[in-house]
């Protein structure tokens, strides 16, 4: 059975989707073939395939960037900080891709290594991903089809109609698992069970907002969604503090607070960073763009928070 998301989420899903309906040569976006890196460390997850999958497991490199497709196996990476430096606080990852290939590189591995630094320990989420061309060269022409962008009503904070309905159930259960994996081995990671957030970018974003919304399974601390789509939702009245980030060049942006206006209006604590530039997909950040800064702010705004010390959760 096709999950059916509610409407106002479907209007913030939405934003996370266009990503992949929009994305321009940038740089040099030229997709390039790329052998599967080893990750010793990931653990499966155990939740199964993909149905109707024709195509196994492959990567590629764009903008200097390792990316996987056709992502059958979820798994669950740890980077645990150095001895005697883990504040016991930890966060999920989840990387970007429209929920049809996973910037691994800057989307995950990197943020995962910079918040293991600050004492936290993350956990990169490699979940399962809608089918793509088998043929490399099937999906570079896929990937740089001509396509439009329908545009949003200036008269209301939405996102453009029509609004797309997807199947969301494989990545949401990747995420339960993986919150399930880290509470119950939360000893041998030094992990806080009550300080456990999730932060994503792009459809990683979307993720996150998925989870936050839907999971009976999860009871996240914290969330970060970065760059991910801005419509407005229904927020649970257990939903946790949120930290969001975005840039005015966005294309996901477009004038848009929805999402946050529905935060504030559930009175939760919600703080937003809207850079003046950055564009779409900068991880950490790109040279000489105000939302470089973006990931100080946010190790900042868990500490004033209490989420980096324990017993603190609010």
């Known amino acids: 059975m096709i999950y059916q998301a509610p409407s106002?989420?479907?209007?913030?899903?939405?934003?996370?989707?266009?990503?992949?309906?929009v994305l321009l040569p940038a740089q040099d976006g030229t997709i390039y073939p790329l052998e599967a890196p080893e990750e010793p460390n990931?653990?499966?997850?155990?939740?199964?395939?993909?149905?109707?999958?024709?195509?196994?497991?492959?990567?590629f490199r764009q903008w200097g960037d390792p990316m996987a497709r056709n992502i059958t196996t979820a798994t669950l990476t740890p980077f645990l900080p150095e001895p005697g430096t883990a504040n016991g606080?930890?966060?999920?990852?989840?990387?970007?891709?429209?929920?049809?290939?996973?910037?691994?590189?800057?989307?995950?591995?990197e943020v995962a290594e910079a918040l293991a630094k600050q004492g936290i320990a993350a956990f990169v989420?490699?979940?399962?991903?809608?089918?793509?061309?088998?043929?490399l060269e099937d999906f570079t022409a896929w990937m740089n089809r001509p396509r439009t962008v329908p545009e949003p009503d200036s008269t209301k904070n939405e996102a453009p109609s029509p609004r797309p309905q997807m199947d969301l159930s494989n990545q949401l259960a990747d995420a339960e698992a993986a919150y399930a994996m880290i509470v119950a081995r939360a000893d041998e990671w030094g992990v806080d069970t009550d300080r456990i957030g999730m932060i994503g970018f792009s459809a990683g974003a979307g993720l996150t907002m998925h989870s936050t919304l839907h999971s009976e399974r999860m009871d996240l601390a914290f969330i970060g969604p970065v760059y991910g789509g801005m419509g407005p939702v229904e927020v649970p009245e257990d939903a946790p503090p949120m930290f969001s980030v975005i840039a005015t060049d966005d294309f996901l942006f477009r004038g848009q607070f929805g999402v946050i206006d529905s935060w504030?209006?559930?009175?939760?604590?919600?703080e937003f960073h809207l850079y003046q530039n950055g564009g779409?997909?900068?991880?950490?950040?790109?040279?000489d763009r105000t939302s470089n800064r973006w990931f100080d702010a946010f190790i900042y705004w868990l500490d004033v928070n209490g989420f980096l010390v324990s017993n603190s959760r609010k």
Not at 127 to 133: A, E, K, S, W
């Open 8 to 21: 106002l989420f479907r209007t913030y899903l939405l934003g996370c989707l266009l990503f992949c309906a």
């Open 42 to 59: 990931a653990i499966l997850l155990g939740t199964g395939g993909v149905a109707d999958q024709p195509a196994s497991e492959s990567w």
């Open 89 to 109: 606080a930890a966060v999920i990852v989840a990387p970007g891709g429209g929920f049809r290939w996973l910037s691994l590189g800057n989307e995950g591995w």
């Open 125 to 135: 989420l490699k979940y399962r991903l809608f089918p793509t061309d088998d043929k």
């Open 264 to 270: 504030y209006k559930a009175g939760i604590p919600v």
């Open 280 to 287: 779409h997909g900068f991880g950490l950040g790109n040279p």
